[in-house]
Structure formats: structure tokens, C-alpha cells
């Protein structure tokens, strides 16, 4: 039986790692970044963040003021388990003070703040059902400078592949420097409006350094990023070589007359943390 105390306790925890550390994965493309990088100023950037990064992890403090809002992927194997959405409201309130994380959940027209980032529908959860003997838990903190520059486009199915990559283009030429990068894509195509949206915040948790399965799919994705790389806007708009980390896409079937397209934008703190719980109460960090 995996008890409540248990899942609060794992989420405080993923809390804390994904705000005060990076995934391996972006660590190591920021560092590749900055061995490449030839503009001075670009370079300096990312020195900076590199820095940051480092004494954040020391002092087991946020990488970024903005510790974004509390989005959750659940995935439930075949455990008895207690109630999933109050602990991870527990925990999230819980966090939210040990960690500190920032309160940034507010109400969304009345702009009230209740302090835990704690509210409706957030903390926002995902759910999966699987067949492991485990739950599977990924905590995925989303800043607000990089969310606000997703953008969904319903092409026409003629626009084809040619289209997507024009749209991703854009997309990334219109946010500048606002998402602060160098920053991580995620791309969904297919499926509907909302499924497209969702693909493209799920292509997000897939390490950068892993190919999608198809390899279709797989030189979409280096072929965005090279193109992003190539636009010249760099580490926080200065100028340089490194404009995007990664790419990631994911894709679903969709109807024969339509063709969305969602590009969902992660800042360089593409933070993400990850654990599995089993049965005997071991946390298993991912």
C-alpha cells in the first residue's frame, strides 16, 4: 500500500530537486554550448548560468526566481495506493515552504494568491495507468516567461512537413528573447487542438540527448534544431550560436482534413524530476 505520507513525501522531495538542480542531460548541453560558443557576449551568458547552476546546487536553492507553477505526471501501476490528488496538493503546499518555492498560482481573473500554490485544478496532474508494480511520479515545474510564447497552429494538411518546420520557426523568431535561452522545444503534431498541446508539454520530459523512436521523427528534430540554431538569436537574445538546447517532438494520428501543430517552449532551466514508489515504501529516484 503506497500511503499518502508517502506520495507527499516523494513530491516534496522532486520539488526540491527539480527546482534547485538540472536534469544531466541539459546540464551537459549547456556546458557543450559554452565550450562552443565564440560570441563573447553570448559566452559570458552562459558562464552566468553555468554559475548559477553551480551555487544553487550548493546552497540547495531555486536555479530561478520563478519556480514556475506545479504540473504533475502521474503514472499508476498495479499498487493499492491512497488519495494520489490530496497528497500531491499536501506536498506541493508543503514545498512550497520548506523549499521556498514562489507562490505563483493565482486565481486567474480575481488575481488572488493563496500562498501554497495550491488551488483550483493546481496543483495540475496528468494520469497514466500502466502494468508495473509501482507508481511513477515526474514533477515539472513550467515558468511563466517561457510558457507565455507556446503557440498552437492549425495548418492545412498540404502544408505538410515543410509547414511544421515554418511554423516551429516562427514561433521561436517571434519569442526572441523573452523565454530566456537557450531554450528547449517541444513540438506536438496531430491529434486535435488539445491533444497537439499536450504532446508538445510531454515531448518536454524526454531527455534531449534521446531521439524519438521514428527516425522520421528523429530527423525532424535534428532538422528543427539546427534551423533554430541557425536564426542567431543565442543565449538570452544576444547574439550566438546556441538559440535552442533541443527538440523533442511527438505526434498523434489526426483527421485526414486537419494538421495541428504546438510548439510549447522551455527556458534554459529546463527543470524535471522524477521517481517511482513502490508498494514496500521504497522511493526510487529517477
Same mark, same amino acid.
Given at each position: !500500500? ?71 505526471? =502521474? ?46 485544478? !493546481? ?25 507565455? !510564447? ?22 521561436? =523568431? ?22 497537439? !498541446? ?89
Amino acid at each position: !500500500m503506497i500511503t499518502e505520507e508517502k506520495i507527499k513525501e516523494a513530491v516534496v522531495g522532486l520539488l526540491q530537486r527539480a527546482s534547485t538542480t538540472l536534469p544531466s542531460d541539459v546540464l551537459a548541453a549547456l556546458r557543450d554550448a559554452y565550450e562552443k560558443e565564440e560570441s563573447p557576449p553570448a559566452k559570458m551568458q552562459l558562464k552566468a548560468i553555468l554559475d548559477n547552476v553551480d551555487i544553487a546546487g550548493k546552497m540547495t536553492k531555486p536555479i530561478c526566481q520563478d519556480t514556475g507553477v506545479p504540473l504533475f505526471y =502521474v503514472k499508476i501501476g498495479k499498487v493499492e495506493h491512497g488519495d494520489i490528488g490530496k497528497a500531491i496538493n499536501e506536498g506541493v503546499s508543503d514545498a512550497t515552504k520548506i523549499v521556498p518555492l514562489r507562490p505563483n498560482a493565482v486565481h486567474p481573473l480575481s488575481r488572488k494568491n493563496p500562498g501554497n500554490n495550491v488551488g483550483r485544478n !493546481m496543483p495540475y496532474v496528468n494520469y497514466k495507468v500502466i502494468s508495473e508494480p509501482y507508481m511513477e511520479i515526474i514533477a515539472f515545474p513550467k515558468g511563466a516567461g517561457s510558457e507565455n !510564447m507556446s503557440a498552437l497552429g492549425m495548418l492545412v494538411p498540404s502544408q505538410g512537413v515543410k509547414g511544421v518546420k515554418e511554423f516551429v520557426l516562427n514561433t521561436v =523568431v517571434k519569442a526572441g528573447s523573452n523565454p530566456c535561452p537557450p531554450t528547449v522545444i517541444g513540438v506536438g503534431i496531430g491529434g486535435s487542438a488539445d491533444i497537439s !498541446m499536450k504532446l508538445a508539454k510531454e515531448a518536454l520530459l524526454r531527455p534531449i540527448t534521446q531521439r524519438h523512436e521514428e527516425p522520421e521523427i528523429a530527423k525532424l528534430e535534428e532538422d528543427l534544431k539546427e534551423a533554430l540554431n541557425m536564426l542567431g538569436i543565442g543565449p538570452m537574445g544576444l547574439g550566438g550560436k546556441a538559440t535552442v538546447l533541443g527538440v523533442n517532438v511527438e505526434y498523434a494520428y489526426c483527421h485526414t482534413a486537419s494538421l495541428p501543430v504546438a510548439v510549447n517552449v522551455q527556458c534554459w532551466a529546463a527543470r524535471r524530476a522524477g521517481c517511482r514508489i513502490y508498494s514496500d515504501g521504497k522511493i526510487e529516484y529517477l
